[in-house]
């Protein structure tokens, strides 16, 4: 009488447990990286928003230097005072544009109806704006300020830029170096 079970065979029980390796070797490998994948996450994510918000940061640096200049430019310009006489000088103390309420994460366009002494000093950008800009002057002490504030993650803590001037005895402008307060924050 044969036998019903065929014979196994040595070569098959090979392929079996080279197979059930593998598979161990997978399943501990897939089981490992759960947790790298974690550690990653952990590290890059903060990383990564750190770097976006020090990249809108660039905006205020940007834009203070173009106000800047161009509160340089309109110093130099000769006028005509409310006398008749050629004047030379600061501009106007210029309002938070856009509103300082109205700046956060997400961007706010330069209004329309902005202060037209923004115009006068040659900014008025037309990409929308993470920060709200002003300008402070003082012609008694021949100084002004110019500021940068934003709350990039609305939480209700700014991030101010801001440089001040002074008109010296020739008649120029001397920047003292720019002040960063709560950078990211």
């Not at 640096?61 to 050629?86: C, D, F, K």
């Amino acid at each position: 009488m044969a036998d019903q079970n065929p014979p196994v065979s040595r070569a098959g029980a090979n392929k079996l447990s080279k197979f059930a390796i593998a598979m161990i070797v997978f399943a501990i490998s897939g089981a490992l990286c759960i947790p790298c994948t974690g550690i990653l996450a952990a590290v890059a994510i903060p990383g990564f928003i750190g770097y976006v918000r020090r990249s809108k940061t660039v905006e205020a640096t940007a834009n203070l230097e173009s106000i800047r200049v161009g509160i340089e430019v309109y110093a130099m310009e000769e006028r005509v005072g409310a006398t008749g006489q050629v004047v030379h000088g600061l501009p106007e103390s210029l309002p938070a544009t856009p509103s300082v309420e109205g700046v956060g994460a997400m961007k706010q366009l330069w209004p329309s109806d902005a202060n037209p002494g923004w115009a006068a000093i040659g900014f008025q950008p037309s990409e929308p704006l993470y920060y709200s800009y002003s300008v402070t002057t003082d012609s008694l002490a021949n100084t002004v300020v110019i500021e940068a504030v934003g709350d990039l993650d609305d939480d209700d803590e700014n991030s101010i830029f801001s440089q001040t001037g002074h008109i010296n005895a020739e008649g120029e402008i001397e920047w003292s170096p720019r002040v960063v307060m709560n950078e990211l924050e």
